[in-house]
Structure formats: C-alpha cells, structure tokens
C-alpha cells in the first residue's frame, strides 16, 4: 500500500514544517508515502466560506484517483487511541488497498463533493486544531502507528 497526505494550502510556520519534513522522513522508513500541496486560492478574501470550500474542492478532488481509498482529517470522524489506530491501519493494509489518501482541509474544512467522495472519515480528537497544527500531529500519530505496528519502543502505555 501507498500513503499519500493531501494538505489544503501551504504550511505557513517554519516550526511546523520543520516537523512534518522530519515525520514524513521517518514514515517513509516504513511505507512508499508523499505529502501533495493544494496551493492556497488566490483573492480569497473576496470569497465567502462555501465558496472557498468549493474551489478547494475541486482542487482536492483533481489529486484523487477513482481507485484511491479516501480518509478526510474530520472532526465528526471516528474517534481511535493510538493503539486502535495502529490495528485499524493494519487491517487497511491487509485489504490490498493500493493507496490510502488522507486529507487536511483548509482553514473552513471539506466541500460536499469532498464528503461525497470520502470512504471514511477519522478524528484525532474532539478538540478543534488549525489546519496547521493539525499536520504535524497526524503525521506523528502515523508514525506512531507503524512503530506500534512494528513493536518498536517508542510508544508507551
């Protein structure tokens, strides 16, 4: 299986980026995985919410493949531990899915045609991040998972 991120806009703090270059390093040790950035809109002020969602819509939709299986970052998604989320992943790889999507919406979140599209849906807490913030945490709760999945020391319980 391919993993491949989807993020909507650019990564504005150099902190963060710093953090997801190093995870996406560490995650590639253990799957074929790539990061794709939608370029942020241009004149957006001028836009409303929906509107913005709509264009970064069809930008997302451009990047995913019919056979592609999509997981948008949502915060009505299912809910894992670490743990859980390390076996869900696993099982996902035992179905010879060819390439796992994982989206990041913008700043205002995901289209309908997005939804429409998606064939799941996770959260990574009940709490609400800014799309920039989000980025590193998922990566390294990913991380996280294949070092889960390969008994390796670095999670603790």
């Not at 997801?20 to 409303?48: C, T």
Request: glycine residues 4%; proline residues 2%; contains cysteine.
């Amino acid at each position: 299986m391919k993993i491949e991120l989807i993020l909507v806009g650019k990564t504005s703090k150099s902190y963060f980026q710093d953090a997801i270059e190093e995870y996406v390093k560490r995650i590639s040790r253990y799957i074929s995985f790539d990061v794709k950035i939608i370029p942020d809109l241009k004149n957006s002020k001028n836009l409303s919410e929906k509107q913005i969602k709509e264009l970064e819509g069809v930008a997302v939709l451009k990047q995913i493949d019919s056979s592609d299986y999509v997981v948008l970052l949502d915060d009505k998604g299912k809910s894992f531990t670490s743990k859980e989320m390390a076996i869900w992943l696993e099982q996902k790889q035992a179905q010879s899915i060819k390439k796992m999507v994982f989206v990041i919406g913008g700043a205002y979140g995901f289209s309908a045609d997005v939804y429409t599209r998606t064939n799941e849906k996770i959260s990574l807490s009940k709490l609400t991040f800014s799309h920039q913030i989000v980025r590193p945490i998922f990566l390294e709760q990913l991380y996280r998972c294949f070092t889960i999945i390969n008994g390796e020391p670095y999670h603790h319980e």
